[in-house]
């Protein structure tokens, strides 16, 4: 079977691979293609495969391409893990948008947006040619923003495209953890859209248990989202959010610890990540070594500017893993062999949420088999999440019309529709300074 990696030259890659050498059995990935526009990058990713297949005898074969249509014949399985304007894209992402004073993050408001605008005409390319050259490949999206950028190919590819995140899958192995129960086990109540979610319930032997954590305040507070949000704000919510959701709940707090941090996110990736692959020219330097260490660092320093706003202290060890890999393997085992399970994944609404229309892309628990990712049944939102989850999804509307049209007035509406911008004004001035620092953006007229 071929798994074909776009983005293949990512620093994130061999978490993949890494997952892909454990799978021994009948019908796995024996031929993994990366693709990458930077032969610089696609080189170094190679080297940290080899080094972790090195005693692996029966490791899926490497190859590396810069030719996009080379990449997808003949696929069974795309992997899609770009990021359009590099890192130094985000960190322009955040600049811009702190200037004027509003959140700059890759996925909410208005860097979420930038990001938008210039991933998903990349991203409607790649599903077009994936439809032309490989009609029968199932397309995994992991390219942010996870959600909008599934819509956009699923209008190409149907439900053949489907998009995962590892927030609600570590949020619910969290809490499954605080409550003594094993994640595996517990059947977990999620809805919402990408990185704008809340657990409402964790099903452990037909009897739901977070009633039982919202009554604990110790046992509460004693875990990430406890720490991140507050005992108080959970138990009024009565349900636990996906920790994106601090950006909206605590929007102005999380601004300033931005705009005071020394670096951005984006800034501190572009320069981590840059100081890896320059390292990774020295053809002496132990690759997988170097690459483990650097992800380290990464994990550990994941949204700290909001923990330390909310004085909620280190990650705990147990949340540096990772895990959007496996979820991954697990979806693409669940088609390939029909190994039915249930994933939290990016899909079509269809009839899941009845203030959304049926393409609406939503993230749901999920029955995946051979026919892909069915979403289950869930019971409605309450009005406070509902007005959230329809703004947002406006939101991402008007960012597909403004790809499809190249309208600036258009991206202007998506910037102003957003909850976390406060004015038109601001909106514009957006639009004015991503357009500036983004040549991706130059189709907008």
Known sequence: MKLTILGGGGFRVPLVYGALLQDHAEGRVTHVVLHDLDAGRLSAVTRVL?????????????????????????????????RVGGLEGRANDERVALAEGVLGQETVGAGGIAYGLRTVPV??????????????AWVINFTNPAGLVTEAMSRHLGDRVIGICDSPVGLGRRIARVLGANPKEA??????????????GLHVAGRDELPRLLGDPDLLGSFEEGKLFGVDWLRSLGAIPNEYLHYYYFNREAVRAYQQAEKTRGAFLHDQQ?????????????????????RAEREATYMAENRETAGAGERDEDDLSGGYEKVALALMRAIARDERTTLILNVRNRRTLSV?????????????????AHPVTVEPLPDHATGLVCAVKAVEREVLSAADSGSQATAVKAFALHPLVDSVNVARRLVEGYTEVHPGLAYLR
């Open 50 to 82: 080899a080094e972790q297949a090195a005693d692996v005898p029966d490791a899926p074969e490497v190859s590396a391409t810069t030719d996009l249509d080379e990449a997808l014949r003949g696929a069974d399985f795309v992997f899609s893990a770009i």
């Open 123 to 136: 991203a409607v390319d790649i599903a077009r040619r994936v439809a032309r050259l490989a009609p029968e």
């Open 187 to 200: 059947w977990i109540d999620y809805v919402g859209l990408n990185h704008l979610g809340w657990v409402r």
């Open 274 to 294: 840059a100081r890896f692959y320059a390292e990774m020219k020295n053809p002496d330097a132990p690759a997988l070594k170097v690459w483990d260490d650097t």
């Open 356 to 372: 959304l229309d049926t393409d609406a892309v939503i993230e749901v628990p999920c029955h995946v088999d051979a026919n892909g």
